[in-house]
């Protein structure tokens, strides 16, 4: 009797264990290339959520960018993403890339801006957009929407992106190797300030970087899609060798997941992303926008989960 109750003792701690472990969440997140900056502060935010939320394990996936993150969270394989606002809405309304495919999204978090960068060096003869014509230049890697809103910025400036170039789908790094070798002119990059690759290219002994203006495409861009884009600038200073402000184009990031996170989750991920913060700034200086003041509806073209709406409110957000 005594040795069958040990073995009933060890069945039920058998099952507990295994209960334990059926109850354990795993949150794929996806971010972008090394390159960029939704990678670090995807790997932040896992790190965040691994050790603040109870029996949960989140992983920040390297992709392509916003498209590939959106194509993960419509087919189940990632559970929150980054997006630039401009592709979340193409995702939405199953347009563009997402042709059909419409992917059912829900905005968590406005994050903070993303700048469009139009890169080149000295030596390329690359000094407006007008002189992309007849260029080797790189509009982004495909999946990322760099390549959504490079797009849309040649077609403001009056250009053909097949005609008018030799055109290359490279990510920021391999973009920023490119171009050392002399292998392109000019790059589009869309990301946070400062960009990992970009000042690294900037700090190159020998290189002196061309940062290209083209707030005057931001009007045209609107008029098309909907008011999407703000215009913005790159500080003097931003990267090295930088002399003189960058004037430029903007999108705002959101961070977005599908319809079936609950609205608890929901709740509980945006409160940690506020209230520690400190753990994302500590990573990219760009997570001090993740403010509540962001968090205005308009902000975001994408419908909000309802438990981030409560959570905003609560802090005093007017959405």
Do not use: C
């Amino acid at each position: 009797m005594k040795r069958g109750f040990i073995i009933a003792l060890a069945a039920v701690a058998t099952l507990g264990v295994s209960g334990a472990v059926a109850q354990q969440k795993t949150i794929a997140i996806g971010t972008g290339g090394t390159g960029g900056v939704y990678y670090p502060i995807g790997g932040a935010l896992a790190n965040l959520l691994s050790k603040n939320l109870k029996n949960t394990q989140a992983t920040a996936q390297v992709t392509g960018g916003s498209v590939d993150n959106l194509k993960l969270i419509g087919s189940g394989q990632s559970e929150i993403g980054f997006s630039m606002a401009d592709a979340a809405v193409d995702a939405l309304k199953g347009e563009d890339k997402f042709k059909g495919n419409p992917v059912n999204l829900r905005t968590l978090m406005v994050l903070y801006p993303n700048i469009m960068h139009v890169v080149s060096i000295e030596g390329t003869g690359v000094n407006t957009m007008a002189d992309l014509k007849g260029k080797r230049v790189s509009t982004g890697a495909p999946g990322s929407a760099t390549e959504v809103m490079a797009f849309r910025v040649i077609e403001a400036s009056g250009l053909d992106k097949d005609k008018d170039m030799k055109r290359e789908r490279l990510s920021v790094a391999e973009s920023v190797n490119a171009i050392k070798d002399r292998k392109i002119d000019a790059f589009f990059w869309v990301g946070g300030l400062p960009t990992a690759g970009v000042t690294d290219l900037a700090a190159t002994p020998g290189v002196k970087i061309k940062m290209i203006d083209h707030t005057e495409v931001v009007a045209k861009m609107n008029a098309k899609y909907n008011n999407l884009y703000a215009p913005a600038v790159i500080k003097a200073g931003t990267y090295p060798g930088q002399t003189a402000d960058n004037k430029v184009s903007a999108v705002w990031n959101i961070l977005v997941t599908n319809d079936k996170m609950t609205d608890q989750e929901a709740y509980d991920i945006v409160k940690l992303m506020v209230e520690k913060k400190a753990d994302l700034v500590a990573v990219h200086k760009d997570a001090e926008s993740f403010s509540v003041d962001n968090q205005i509806k308009s902000n975001s073209p994408v419908p909000w989960n309802a438990g981030a709406v409560k959570y905003f409110v609560e802090k005093g957000a007017k959405m």
